[in-house]
């Protein structure tokens, strides 16, 4: 009753687990099926992670490999050793769970990552969620350019790709609706709406660069429902929300607004696996209370596009006075 079809895929729930903390180790992925998941999206393979571990790895062995081929296989072999332990995981998460798995990938540019892609989807992933987020810090790059490279990044990796592709992104674009748009042009199956980057922060008795709490708090899906309220009625691309849905009610809103899926982790970090079983629970007695009997009868039903008053989603300025 509470299926939904995402990416091309059946999931028995709209509750995805994000890449994360949560998807790094198959005790922790059995869990989420346990608990009732719809599919579970693995931890992301990073490429700058995997370059800064090799090249710290080539600094600490210079002595030995001063030969440039010996280092340009020291580089191969390293990366091979990143890409086998991930494809350990999809593989074991494939023999274990009966939900589909979904592998994340978080690269700078498709050069070499499609053919990781490539080899996750041929060890049986069921789709490829492209974690994509350059931070625009470079003065002299102008937007155009910076979206240019994004929409290149997805055409590469659809023509490369061959299986059900998604891309995570943030919401610091000029215009998120034309990228979204093109994303879409480019062939892109699905779009997570919004990953929760990194935050820096400072501690101001050490004077030092720290990092603020990673976890979403349940106030910050709106941007989220905006997006995908504005969006949905008007491209074909999957939404999927993502940050800050920590209950029942915040999945019903995304759902009503046009997702297919959401994508939770915070609220599991803080409330245990069982917050996904009160989610599916909370969904199916509202589709009860309200009369619909499939998901599909509801999703994008408040899309600005199937409403007179949808001009609402557009909305930035309280007009009121406040008194
Ligand atoms: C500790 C931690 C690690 C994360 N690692 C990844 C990652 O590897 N790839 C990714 O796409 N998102 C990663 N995320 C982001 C989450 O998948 C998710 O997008 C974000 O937390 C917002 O969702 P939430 O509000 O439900 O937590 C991570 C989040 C946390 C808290």
Not at 147 to 168: C, H, M, N, Q, V
Not at 183 to 206: H, M, S, T, W, Y
Request: aromatic share 10%.
């Amino acid at each position: 009753m509470i299926e939904t079809r995402y990416l091309g895929l059946t999931l028995g729930s709209p509750v995805i687990v994000s890449s994360g903390p949560l998807t790094q180790n198959i005790v922790s992925l059995k869990k989420c099926e346990e608990a009732g998941a719809g599919a579970v999206v693995l931890k992301s393979i990073f490429e700058e992670q995997i370059e800064s571990e090799v090249s710290k790895e080539l600094e600490s062995s210079s002595e030995y490999l001063d030969h440039s081929s010996a280092q340009e296989f020291f580089l191969t072999s390293s990366r091979d050793y990143y890409i086998d332990r991930y494809m350990k995981l999809l593989a074991e998460a494939k023999k274990e769970l009966s939900i589909p798995v979904i592998a994340s990938i978080s690269a700078k540019d498709m050069d070499s990552w499609v053919d990781y892609a490539e080899r996750f989807i041929a060890c049986g992933a069921d789709a490829i969620e492209l974690n994509y987020y350059p931070i625009s810090s470079d003065k002299d790059v102008p937007g155009s350019e910076v979206d240019r490279k994004a929409i290149e990044f997805a055409r590469t990796a659809r023509e490369r790709i061959k299986g059900p592709l998604s891309i995570k992104i943030g919401y610091k674009y000029s215009s998120l609706a034309n990228m979204i748009s093109s994303f879409e042009k480019a062939g892109i199956d699905g779009i997570v709406l919004f990953n929760r980057f990194f935050r820096p922060d400072i501690d101001i008795e050490k004077l030092e660069f720290t990092s603020a709490s990673p976890a979403s708090s349940p106030d910050e899906y709106a941007e989220a429902l905006r997006w995908i309220g504005l969006m949905s009625g008007e491209c074909g691309i999957d939404f999927c929300g993502n940050t800050g849905i920590h209950s029942g009610e915040s999945v019903v809103k995304m759902l009503l607004a046009g997702a297919k899926a959401v994508e939770i982790c915070s609220a599991i970090v803080k409330n245990g696996f069982g917050v996904i079983g009160e989610m599916n629970a909370f969904l199916e007695s509202w589709m009860g209370k309200h009369g619909y009997s499939s998901t599909s009868d509801f999703i994008g039903i408040l899309a600005e596009e199937r409403r007179k008053d949808g001009y609402n989603w557009e909305r930035t300025q309280f007009l009121k006075t406040i008194s």
